[in-house]
Every structure is written in C-alpha cells, then in structure tokens.
C-alpha cells in the first residue's frame, strides 16, 4: 500500500497555519462536531489527511492538518462512533450523570452475548 505523504512544505506551511495548536476538529478525533482540539503541538505533531477518500491524492496544504499526536491517534486507529460514545460518558461524568441503573442491575438477570436477558432463577428468557 502505497503511503500518501505530503511534502515538507506542505507540513512547514500547515505547522505555521496551526499556530502551534492542534488543527483537528469534529468527531473523527473525538471531538464535538465543529470543535477544535487545539492541544499544543510541541509534545510532537502528526500531519494527517483532511480528505477521508482513500483514493484521494490530495497532498495539498488544505487537506493536510497539524494535529497532536492523540488526535492522530484517535483518527488512525478508532472510530468515529466508539470515540464519540466515549467523549459524550466523559462529559455525562463530568457532569455528574450518571447512568441510569437498568433491570440488569438485578443479579439474577443475565444478559447473553446473544442479547437475550436470561433469569438465573428460573433459566427463563425474559427479554431478547
Ligand atoms: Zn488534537
């Protein structure tokens, strides 16, 4: 496979666009849609492609973005959805909600891998 990289202008200008924080924005690296990251670049900095179209060749400096290296990482290796669940219970936690308690709290209701919830009393499906 064949690695797409943008030049070292290309990232010169980006750093220099950047101001030194982090140019990622929206969920694709965890973040509300439209918000930007704007994590200090100085811990290390990734150049990562804009354009999601893995047949893009587009090495310009308007698809190329500074980001920090947990963004780069998040984008790299995770996906929008998890992230996106993950960012909303950091911020549920941050604000003091927390989850409801389910009938799964019980402790004779078991919930198969299956979706099925079993009770352990009887052996009865009692929902799927
Ligand atoms: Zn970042």
């Not at 690296?29 to 200090?40: F, K, V």
């Not at 698809?63 to 963004?71: H, M, S």
């Amino acid at each position: 496979m064949a690695r797409r990289e943008f030049t070292k202008t290309t990232k010169r200008e980006a750093l220099k666009r950047s101001g030194g924080l982090c140019e990622a924005v929206g969920e694709w690296y965890g973040l509300q849609g439209g918000q930007r990251c704007n994590a200090p670049l100085s811990y290390g900095v990734e150049f990562d492609h804009i354009d999601l179209d893995a047949n893009s060749k587009d090495n310009s400096l308007e698809n190329c973005a500074a980001v920090c290296i947990d963004c780069h990482r998040v984008k790299t290796f995770g996906h929008d959805i998890p992230v996106a669940a993950k960012t909303r219970r950091q911020q549920d936690k941050a604000r003091g909600i927390k989850k409801r308690k389910s009938s799964l709290s019980h402790p004779y209701l078991k919930k198969k891998l299956s979706g099925e919830v079993v009770d352990l009393r009887t052996g009865e499906v009692v929902s799927r």
